[in-house]
């Protein structure tokens, strides 16, 4: 037996396991599949909604959906608490509930700080299923998996999608705009980098963005750190809606309005202006030209990492199952959820653009899907889809009369959007079905649902009026500007505080479905006694759940947890002293999510953002789907049962730290 970096030795002691089942000596004969050729399916589809599915089926949309769950089962999954995508599918990855993985929201807060960080790699040093299986002997491939960078050391082929940055760094994806005339929403863009250019002589001289670069010095309004660059020339065609683009020392193109380029390969140069240090990073752009008269108006995809030659590992054991992937099918998205939501939400790219966007990527998503099937022949494959989850995200305001974000100009034409994504489901199904056969056991499960985002929730605002939250009296003359409970550093090596006033606030929210206590001896300011923690909590605790839309008359609250009530692990004390479960159509602002207040601001107002549906509430408003292609007694099961009944299915044991029981 050879043994992995020490991994395996600690595993089965764990675990209490005494061997292997995988002997390799010659005298066994050869190799011995533990599995005993035993082949599973995993399909993860981020965001299928059961009630949406079952509509659907209904009405003869999805025959193969409905061909599965005639065959086996179909019920509706239990998600995670709080239903965000990191937290659901870090349930499914490790078989725990947050208090045992660590990951409590998409954002959490430092205590030293307050400051709003990525829960990304809050989950290393946790054992996922995969390894567990590996460990036994039993093949894995887990392409596409949601919550699994950064990577940790594994010896399975492990490729990783949701909060896979880009090469900037950026979670969410920073897309670059080149146009000739600059919008009026020009100073609200958050996300992406808008370039004013000009076209002199037919040809345009620019620059693509790439990873902050410390040593540079930042030009005007440029953000901190600034940049890397890497020049390209726009070469416009006198007569004809037709550019050429040529990236220096990169990839080069013609193209056509209304068209998305190729991938484009291109590379930044980091520390060069640092004596005996530079670095080069690689990457990879695809450009979509909207209009090249009377104004060029060109937008270009974050930078992603190019899977030829990755700058950052996104794969495990190593590179290869990224650079024989793309050897194969060409590059591809590799930052995690690819699909353009924020370029759709600060209005670079139109509705049309955005679904062409998503349908390019759901056709590289299937080029991919048929090379690992033709690899798979035994063990677990597990393949992961997002396109209902963003389409679902961005949509839902065209599918609901009456919704605060609803144009009705164009609302018709995209009514039927999010139901398209279902059928492009269906169709991948049947097309895997037909692949892997009829005989090879298949289970498909979306870590949550959806529900339409109506009314945000300024949580920060409510604290504020509740008097649990205190503004320092400079910031409380003005309250049109959002503040924060950072402090930082002024330009005379004093501190300068965030508006917040931390020695008059007992609570705050950070994240989309968390409020903290701002306690003594675990917050750098904190001031409320630990021996206040509970009774506070509870008095916030019904406050909240109280709480109504002044407009509807409708509990803003469906449920509010301690997080020692809900959570179980070693990890419990690091998760949000209180998770909120709004109900639905309710969920937090940005503001909130952040750590911020405006004050002037409703605590309850309608949400006008194209994010427009959501699932960020109460676990029971939006639970996920379970399908399997053999029929269970599987009373409500949830995503910690899927974890523990794919350790059973290779009749490996169900470690006690799991939360899960088997469905089989």
């Known amino acids: 037996m050879t043994l992995r970096d020490g991994r395996t030795t600690r595993r089965l002691a764990t675990l209490g396991v005494v061997g292997v089942a995988l002997c390799v000596a010659p005298a066994c004969g050869g190799p011995v599949d533990p599995t005993g050729g035993r082949k599973l399916v995993v399909v993860g589809i981020d965001g299928m909604d059961p009630n949406l599915l ?9 025959p193969n959906f409905k061909a599965l769950a005639d065959q086996g089962t ?8 709080p239903p965000q995508s990191p937290v659901a599918w870090s349930n499914f990855i490790t078989g725990m509930d947050p208090g045992g993985h660590g990951v409590f929201d998409f954002l959490h807060r430092d205590p030293a700080t307050y400051m709003p960080i990525s829960s990304a790699g809050a989950m290393e040093e946790r054992v996922p299923f995969w390894d567990l299986l590996g460990d036994a002997g039993v093949k894995c491939e887990v392409w596409r998996i949601p919550a699994a960078y950064p990577i940790q050391p594994s010896d399975e082929l492990v490729l990783s999608d949701m909060g896979t940055p880009d090469l900037q760094g950026g979670i969410d994806g920073m897309y670059a705009y080149y146009t000739s005339d600059v919008p009026e929403t ?5 996300v992406g980098v808008w370039e004013k250019v000009r076209v002199l002589k037919g040809k345009v001289e620019t620059r693509l963005f790439g990873p902050p670069d410390e040593y540079l010095e930042p030009e005007k309004n440029e953000r901190i750190p600034p940049f890397s660059k890497r020049p390209f020339t726009i070469y416009i065609d006198p007569t004809e809606p037709v550019i050429e683009i040529a990236i220096e020392d990169g990839g080069h193109c013609l193209l056509e309005e209304g068209q998305w380029s190729d991938w484009l390969e291109c590379s930044f140069d980091i520390g060069t202006f640092l004596p005996g240090y530079s670095e080069s990073m690689g990457g990879m752009v695809k450009f979509y030209l909207q209009q090249v008269r009377p104004e060029l108006r060109l937008y270009c995809s974050p930078v992603n990492i190019d899977p030829r030659s990755p700058a950052m590992q996104i794969s495990s054991p190593d590179d290869s199952a990224v650079t024989d992937l793309a050897d194969a099918i060409g590059p591809f998205y590799t930052q995690g959820l690819a699909e353009e939501t924020k370029a759709l939400q600060e209005g670079a790219i139109t509705d049309a653009e955005f679904l062409s966007n998503c349908d390019d990527i759901h056709a590289e998503r299937m080029r991919m899907l048929d090379y690992v099937v033709e690899r798979f022949d035994r063990g677990l494959l597990f393949f992961y889809f997002s396109t209902i989850d963003l389409r679902s995200h961005m949509m839902w305001r065209h599918t609901l009369a009456g919704h605060p974000a609803r144009d009705e100009k164009i609302a018709a034409e995209y009514a039927k959007s999010i139901e398209q994504s279902y059928v492009t489901m269906d169709g991948a199904l049947g ?12 289970i498909v499960i979306s870590d949550h649902g959806f529900s339409p985002f109506l009314r945000k929730v300024n949580l920060n605002n409510w604290l504020l009026q509740e008097g649990y939250l205190g503004l320092t009296a400079e910031a409380a003359k003005d309250p049109s500007k959002v503040y924060s409970l950072l402090v930082s550093e002024g330009p005379d090596g004093g501190k300068v505080s965030g508006g917040i006033d931390r020695g008059a606030t007992r609570a705050y929210a950070v994240g989309f479905n968390g409020v903290y206590l701002n306690l003594a001896g675990r917050e750098a300011e904190g001031i409320v006694p630990a021996a206040q923690r509970t009774a506070l909590l509870e008095e916030i605790r019904g406050k909240l759940l109280a709480l109504t839309d002044p407009a509807t008359g409708k509990k803003v609250v469906k449920r509010v947890d301690l997080a020692e009530e809900t959570y179980h692990g070693a990890q419990v004390a690091n998760a949000p002293d209180l998770v909120i479960g709004y109900d639905g159509g309710f969920g937090a602002s940005d503001t909130a999510a952040l750590g911020q207040v405006q004050p002037k601001d409703k605590v309850v107002e309608d949400n006008r953002d194209k994010w427009s549906g959501n699932h960020l509430m109460a676990p029971e408003v939006v639970p996920g789907v379970f399908l399997s292609s053999r029929k269970l007694a599987a009373p409500e099961p949830d995503l910690c049962d899927v974890t523990a009944t794919l350790l059973r299915f290779f009749d490996q044991p169900v470690p006690a730290s799991m939360q899960g029981k088997s469905l089989y």
């Open 54 to 62: 079952r509509e659907y089926m209904d009405a003869g949309l999805m």
């Open 74 to 81: 179909f019920v509706p999954l239990g998600t995670s608490n």
């Open 186 to 190: 020009f100073d609200k863009i958050k």
């Open 431 to 442: 097309h895997l079905r037909g692949k892997i056969g009829r005989e090879t056991e298949l």
